[in-house]
């Protein structure tokens, strides 16, 4: 079964506007940590955003938010007030402190590609 | 500037051949990665190392080697038991490895000619 699941490979967003990118998962590890890292096309992946599974709040960077809903297992981004640099690859991965004996090991789902139109 | 480096950008390997991939960090980090991607696909761990002189096969091992006889560096070497080695080859490192962040450095890009 897939641990991280994203089901959006495209989107597209106008620029200024928001923008929400879905993830869900899958662990019975009551301690885990979500992230979102961004692939441009040159190929580097770039963090963006970290959420403990007891973090009470959810994660703010700048005009990234992590809309994490514990119950229902999904750790959405959200991007707010887009720019054409935000098109890109994204990737929302998991990591599980079962997976601490494989050296924390993060698991990434399949990515969403967002392209944002001027 | 802190952060990680790779090299080179692009690589090429013949049939039969081995091939290395350097990775290097001056971030002072203990633990360090080794990631494949392929097309269309998310990250894929290959080996990763808590310490000097230890490493520790990730989930697609096979066909790959590591060393790490310095804290900055994690070399990867694809050697010819990899029969399908086309990929992109990413680097990353952490403090250690509890709930820390991984940074990734910008990739090799393998292809076989």
């Known amino acids: 079964a897939q641990k991280i699941t994203q089901t959006q490979p495209g989107m597209f967003v106008q620029e200024k506007e928001a923008v929400t990118l879905d993830c869900t998962y899958d662990?019975?590890?009551?301690?885990?940590?979500l992230f979102w890292y961004k692939q441009p096309s040159s190929g580097e992946m770039i963090f963006l955003i970290y959420?403990?599974?007891?973090?009470?709040q959810n994660a703010t960077e700048g005009r990234y938010s992590l809309n994490f809903q514990k119950a229902r297992k999904s750790a959405n981004l959200v991007i707010s007030a887009s720019q054409l640099g935000d098109s890109a690859m994204y990737f929302c991965?998991?990591?599980?402190?079962?997976?601490?004996?494989?050296?924390?090991?993060?698991?990434f789902g399949q990515g969403t590609e967002l392209s944002v139109k001027p | 500037d802190g952060g990680i480096t790779q090299s080179p950008k692009y690589l090429f390997r013949k049939e039969g051949q081995n091939v290395t991939l350097s990775c290097e960090q001056n971030l002072n980090h203990d633990a360090m990665y080794w990631y494949r991607q392929d097309p269309g696909q998310g990250l894929r761990l290959i080996y990763y190392?808590?310490?000097?002189?230890?490493?520790q096969k990730g989930d697609i091992a096979e066909g790959y080697s590591v060393s790490r006889e310095k804290k900055e560096s994690f070399p990867l070497t694809v050697t010819s038991a990899q029969k399908n080695p086309t990929a992109f080859y990413l680097c990353?490192?952490?403090?250690?490895?509890?709930?820390?962040?991984?940074?990734f450095g910008p990739g090799t890009r393998l292809l076989v000619l």
């Open positions: 662990t019975s590890d009551p301690s885990y940590g």
């Open positions: 990353a490192s952490s403090p250690g490895l509890a709930m820390e962040t991984q940074y």
């Open positions: 190392s808590q310490i000097v002189n230890d490493f």
């Open positions: 959420q403990g599974s007891y973090d009470q």
């Open positions: 991965a998991m990591r599980e402190d079962l997976n601490y004996n494989q050296g924390g090991k993060l698991i």
